[in-house]
């Protein structure tokens, strides 16, 4: 599988942004898709994650009500709508696809595709 993301950028604090992966190469439903970031000096973490068929969706605390992760099958496309951006925000934001279970869906390693990875930078 392969995994492209896209939708980063400069955005003052506040604002919003919306992130898109676009996934090939694969059966893209029958993965569980996550988003991670990984800010300066700091451990890649977990932001959000949604089964293979969009019915369960899972979030950090730092973004609960704020960021909303879905995705398309058909079009083979995972989102992360952005909202209330703040300094802390500031990270890249990496896509990742796997076959976690319910327990590991927020679990780095239950995630084995990656894509290359968006920056995001909030100004505050």
């Known amino acids: 599988v392969q995994l492209q993301a896209s939708g980063g950028g400069l955005v003052q604090a506040g604002g919003s942004l919306k992130l898109s992966c676009a996934a090939s190469?694969?059966?893209?439903?029958?993965?569980?898709m996550g988003w991670f970031r990984q800010a300066p000096g700091k451990e890649r973490e977990f932001v959000a994650a949604?089964?293979?068929?969009?019915?369960?969706?899972y979030y950090a605390d730092s973004v609960k009500g704020r960021f909303t992760i879905s995705r398309d099958n058909p079009k083979n496309i995972l989102y992360l709508q952005m909202i209330s951006l703040n300094a802390e925000d500031t990270a890249v934001y990496y896509c990742?696809?796997?076959?976690?279970?319910?327990?590991?869906?927020?679990?780095?390693?239950?995630?084995?595709?990656w894509g290359q990875g968006t920056l995001v930078t909030v100004s505050s």
């Open positions: 990742a696809a796997g076959r976690p279970i319910t327990s590991t869906m927020r679990v780095r390693e239950s995630y084995y595709y």
């Open positions: 190469g694969g059966t893209f439903s029958s993965y569980g």
């Open positions: 949604i089964k293979g068929n969009g019915g369960t969706s």
